[in-house]
């Protein structure tokens, strides 16, 4: 009774895209196992709209995305369980994964599958973890838990707004305070560049006069109980505050987009290895961990900006998950490093067995820097496998390459993949 | 009429009216905060002291053994978390030897046992992370950690189930005494006492002022700490000390009860009775002084760094007397080890209390509490009953630490319950984790808007529910 072939941890757009592509491989017995009450994740509270455009070419909100793919689960008739947390996952002697949940439909209790699925997204950065001096009072908000108060729970919660740091949900939500009446005075940004995406910044603050202010960070917060205002200083290229540049911008609201982390607790309790530049699971080409049967897939392996991609991604992690259950664990083959380079800050997957490569092998990363007129280069030894002529890229925005088949075939040691200054 | 009133509801106000109510007394704890354990109580380093370090023949020194020895029994019988983690305290200069040595003396004549004195190699033995450049260190294996809220909330609900009355938010304007009773003028009204204990924290020179014509000054000595994820917890087992210097035991690096690691605090003395503001020096020197001590401490693990105030008075020890004004009692100065002997503190101003009128035993006294449920802390089958009574345990509300709908309802619902999101954080540990409320906050706002029949809006962080704010915005 508790035993499925394939578990998904996660039941947001990884989970579901993935228990999709699952069971289009064969794969009935299987379970999507979300702790909030309804499937969709973080895209119930996302209700902009730019979802969608890859996927299904046209521009849906977050919630409409999510109920396209809740839509299939239903009617692909997967089973998924609400309010149901996973507490636990381990290895079994017989190879098998013991999931242990509690929901107050089963209580605690182990379910065991064949493969699982790790789909559980990310979390916000809070202001604890970036040691901004000063009060702690009321109104210090990380922009997603804001969004979700105004976006789900309709309140009110401030009338004028700074925003610390220009992640995408940052830029969304000071688009989403200005419409709900409430005045952005700032948006302050530590880096010399922003770290959401362009379209972000054009529609949400510059069609909004909010000024962006690079290289500035917030140095002190004020107010006892309720928050009464935030100093902004300049930064220096240590990002260290410079003395005297601090400017006082009275504010009843501070919310902060600084940053997403994948939350692997649970990935680190099963003893699945973690890249500490993505804090994700380090991953083959067929998205599978260091653990043989465990697979990630969206913002829990690395922080996607764009939902159509966690999508693709996890279809592909679903079928490799699938494949799995069905032929066994593949013989390895050869496996072979992929490198980050120069101006590459990591790349998904960081190894490929060469066994057990698609016709396509994807290759995501996001660059340390802004980079214009340049080359992506993927090379093996002195063999190139791709260049790509890039007019800019930035750190906001994920890449993703493509490797065929036949490129991979002809290498035998590892893969470098940097970016090259182009002379013009 | 009250027979005792109480000002201050931290954790020295607490166990005194937990004391007190042991006696057929009517006792009323006034506090103008939204909730018990608001102040100095709430922001410190939850050490339970083995009490080498107060100078033998003082307050400080008794009070702190007495404390320090009565705790364990308390944290079962009231159901707060506790454990004798032991302590060191670390010498880096061959020089300093002599002050662990007088450390140790200091030890057997304030009556503490398991005080030893090892070598650099011993201790890094036993505590591997330790800095190598630690030459010597005093051992102590009574000092132990506890959760300083937990355990004045379990005060405060012993003495309210005990008949105790707590009047919160509520601030004290005004004391004036006739003919040995006392009137005290509140922001809501007048209440009258045969006996008045000041055990306002860093206010309490304010209080005993409006009563007494001696002079008494509390200073504010400011505390700045930086916790980190429960991932970093096992860096240490043992509460790491420095030698003391003046301005107070140094920079201190800990595991906590709830298996946090906990660094801090700075010493600095100031003016604002309210500032409990972090400042980038404050952060900077705890890293920096907590890095003496301990190789590799994971501040990148950072998940929230605060300030506490720790009421310091002019007399270099607690004092805790009868004022020139019978009838009123001062318990001011609880700098540290204050958290260590508020249960001493307690019996302590019981006895003072008895000096001054008749106390006589209550039959019905409860002399145990059961706290919130945490439910991580169960084993499964446990977990299961519960859940089968009340399915609310089976929904986690706070994923970091695990604590379901249950608890914040418990939290909520029970006597004394919490009314804030700050509230709920320190009676179940919702949003106290890495992700620091981000997720959970909506929720816990939602259970107390119902509770309190409020929009989710007008659910405050700390502080009370302010309909004036809301008229403001209407």
């Known amino acids: ?424 | 009429m009250y027979d005792v009133i109480i000002i201050g509801a931290g954790a020295v106000g607490c166990a005194a009216a937990m004391e007190l109510s042991k006696y057929k007394l009517r006792i009323c704890v006034i506090d103008k905060e939204s909730d018990v354990c608001e102040g100095t109580s709430k922001a410190n380093s939850a050490i339970v002291h083995a009490g080498f370090d107060a100078k033998p023949g003082t307050l400080k020194a008794e009070l702190n053994v007495r404390g320090s020895k009565l705790m364990k029994k308390l944290s079962e019988k009231l159901d707060f978390a506790y454990k004798q983690n032991g302590a060191m305290v670390l010498c880096f200069d061959e020089a300093d030897a002599g002050k662990l040595e007088e450390l140790k003396q200091r030890a057997s004549i304030n009556g503490v046992e398991g005080v030893s004195i090892i070598s650099g190699d011993e201790a890094r033995k036993l505590e591997p992370s330790l800095s190598d450049e630690v030459k010597a260190a005093l051992l102590a294996n009574t000092s132990a950690i506890v959760c300083p809220f937990e355990m004045t909330l379990a005060f405060a609900e012993n003495a309210y189930a005990n008949g105790t009355e707590f009047r919160l938010s509520e601030k004290v304007s005004a004391i004036s005494n006739k003919d040995g009773v006392f009137t005290v003028t509140t922001d809501k009204g007048e209440l009258t006492a045969g006996i008045v204990i000041n055990a306002a924290g860093v206010f309490a020179d304010e209080i005993h002022s409006m009563v007494s014509a001696q002079p008494m000054k509390i200073t504010p000595r400011r505390g700045e700490y930086m916790l980190m994820d429960k991932a970093a917890g096992s860096t240490v087992s043992r509460t790491i000390f420095q030698l003391p210097t003046k301005m107070g035991k140094g920079i201190l690096v800990t595991p906590t009860v709830h298996g946090n690691l906990l660094a801090g605090p700075t010493a600095e003395d100031i003016d604002d009775k309210l500032d409990v503001a972090t400042t980038r020096q404050g952060l900077d020197e705890v890293r920096a002084k907590g890095s003496l001590s301990v190789k590799n401490i994971p501040f990148n693990k950072v998940i929230t760094g605060f300030s506490g105030l720790r009421a310091v008075g002019d007399t270099g020890d607690f004092i805790i007397r009868e004022s020139d004004v019978k009838g009123f009692i001062d318990a001011a100065g609880i700098e540290s080890p204050g958290l260590t002997s508020a249960p001493a503190i307690g019996e302590y101003l019981c006895e003072i209390v008895s000096g001054i009128i008749k106390l006589e035993k209550k039959d019905n006294y409860i002399d145990t509490r059961k706290g919130v449920v945490h439910f991580g802390t169960l084993t499964k089958e446990q977990q299961n009953e519960l859940i089968a009574k009340d399915p609310s345990y089976g929904r986690i509300v706070c994923r970091c630490e695990g604590v379901t709908e249950g608890e914040i309802l418990d939290a909520i619902n029970r006597p004394l319950g919490a009314r804030t999101l700050d509230g709920v954080k320190r009676r179940t540990r919702a949003g106290m984790g890495r992700c620091q409320a981000g997720f959970c906050s909506p929720t816990t706002m939602a259970l107390i808007a119902q509770k309190l029949g409020i929009s989710i809006a007008d659910v405050r962080k700390t502080g009370a529910f302010d309909a004036d704010r809301r008229q403001d915005d209407e």
């Open chain 1, 1 to 424: 009774m508790n035993k499925y072939d394939l578990i998904v941890i996660g039941g947001g757009p990884a989970g579901m895209a993935a228990a999709l592509s699952a069971k289009k491989a064969g794969i009935n017995d299987l379970l999507i196992v979300e702790r909030d009450s309804v499937l969709g994740g973080i895209l119930n509270q996302c209700i902009h709209n730019g979802f969608g455009l890859h996927t299904f070419k046209e521009e849906l909100t977050g919630p409409e995305y999510a109920e396209r793919y809740s839509d299939m689960v239903k009617q692909e008739e997967i089973p998924y369980e609400l309010n149901t947390m996973v507490l636990s996952l381990e290895q079994t002697e017989d190879g098998l994964k013991a999931v242990t949940v509690i929901s107050p439909k089963r209580g605690v209790q182990t379910l065991y599958a064949k493969a699982v699925i790790l789909a559980m997204g990310c979390r916000e950065r809070p202001r604890g973890a970036l040691n901004i001096p000063g009060f702690r009072p009321q109104g210090v908000y990380t922009a997603g838990t804001a969004q979700k108060l105004v976006n789900l729970e309709g309140a009110k919660i401030g009338k004028q707004v700074v925003i610390l740091g220009s992640g995408d949900i940052g830029l969304i939500m000071a688009r989403r305070m200005t419409l709900e009446g409430a005045k952005v005075t700032a948006v302050a940004e530590l880096m010399p560049y922003s770290s959401g995406l362009k379209r972000n910044i054009v529609q949400c603050l510059d069609d909004f006069g909010i000024p962006l202010l690079l290289s500035h960070t917030v140095v002190d917060i004020k107010g006892r109980e309720k928050l009464e205002g935030v100093y902004i200083a300049k930064v220096d290229e240590k990002l260290r505050p410079i003395e005297g540049t601090e400017e006082y911008y009275p504010c009843d609201t501070l919310l902060l987009s600084c940053g997403l982390i994948p939350e692997n607790e649970l990935s680190l309790g099963a003893g699945i290895e973690i890249d500490p530049r993505t804090n994700g699971a380090f991953v083959d080409e067929s998205l599978e961990t260091n653990i043989s049967g465990v697979f990630a897939c969206g913002n829990v392996l690395h922080v996607h900006d764009l939902v159509d991609f966690v999508s693709e991604e996890s279809s592909r992690a679903g079928a490799s998950a699938a494949e799995y259950i069905l032929s066994g664990d593949r013989q390895k083959g050869r496996v072979i490093d992929v490198n980050a380079g120069n101006g590459v800050r990591y790349t998904v997957p960081c190894r490929i067995d060469l066994n057990k490569t698609s016709e396509l092998t994807h290759i995501r990363f996001r660059v340390t820097g802004v980079f214009k007129n340049t080359a992506i280069v993927v090379k093996s030894g002195d063999k190139e496998l791709l260049r790509k002529r890039t007019q800019i890229l930035v750190p906001s925005e994920m890449v993703d390459l493509l490797l065929k088949k036949e490129k991979l075939s002809e290498i035998d040691q590892s893969i470098d993949v940097y970016i090259e200054e182009v002379q013009k």
